[in-house]
């Protein structure tokens, strides 16, 4: 599965922006479509996810401020980031978990949330 993300950049504190990752390929493996982030010095972490059945999770962090949603047609996943913080700030990455094999990753997108 190849995944395509955009939609990052620069925003203020308090400001939106959305992502999206447009998968292709063998699309009918994805059995889960997430979004995660690593910023400067940390490790990668979920940020959210969707399943087949529309079944969402959230980290804490961002809970109540992020919608993650999945547009089946057209094979997107979308990250919706609201109220935005300036730790919100980092690469943001899209993966799909399949039915067989390792998880695939797109290229990344940066977002940057300034103070």
């Known amino acids: 599965v190849q995944l395509q993300a955009s939609g990052g950049g620069l925003v203020q504190a308090g400001g939106s922006l959305r992502l999206s990752c447009v998968a292709s390929?063998?699309?009918?493996?994805?059995?889960?479509l997430g979004w995660y982030r690593q910023a400067p010095g940390k490790q990668r972490e979920l940020v959210a996810d969707?399943?087949?059945?529309?079944?969402?999770r959230y980290s804490d962090s961002v809970k109540g401020r992020f919608t993650i949603s999945r547009d089946a047609a057209k094979n997107t996943v979308s990250l919706q980031m609201n109220m935005m913080k300036p730790e919100d700030t980092a690469v943001y990455y899209c993966?799909?978990?399949?039915?067989?094999?390792?998880?695939?990753w797109g290229q990344g997108t940066q977002v940057t949330v300034s103070s």
């Open positions: 993966k799909a978990d399949k039915h067989y094999g390792l998880p695939d």
């Open positions: 390929g063998d699309i009918f493996s994805i059995t889960v």
């Open positions: 969707i399943n087949s059945f529309d079944t969402t």
